[in-house]
């Protein structure tokens, strides 16, 4: 494992930080929740094996905010729901390279698509 991970499952932010407790404990219950998500996605009950990453997602979460190391976020509208704005990040800029890769990435994506129809037509033929 990276030295970046490690530090983040001690808690350390910092050099010369200490390790956080509340931390390790987190990390250990993630871990473990980890093991048992690999054993449910084979469980027979089959929303369990369905859900069953999800559901881990959602339990690490909640064990971090029980243990108050969740970041807090602040509203900045005070709607419950609103829509992007658009452009956020400026008018489009139009570029030449941009225009090239879009042809090949288009050109790969169509021969792509007529592979997958190729392959598939003798499979459907030998299914009628």
Partial sequence: MSGTFISGMLGIEGKGDPIDG???FGSI????ITFITFITMNY???WVSKYSVLLSIGLGWLIFLLLGKTTSFSSHSERLIE???LLVYGKPIWDSGMFVT?????LLLIANMMASIRVKRPI???SD
């Fill in 22 to 24: 509340a931390v390790v």
């Fill in 29 to 32: 219950a993630v871990i473990i």
């Fill in 44 to 46: 027979k009950v089959t």
């Fill in 83 to 85: 829509l992007p704005k």
């Fill in 102 to 106: 879009a042809v090949f990435i288009t």
């Fill in 124 to 126: 459907k033929k030998t």
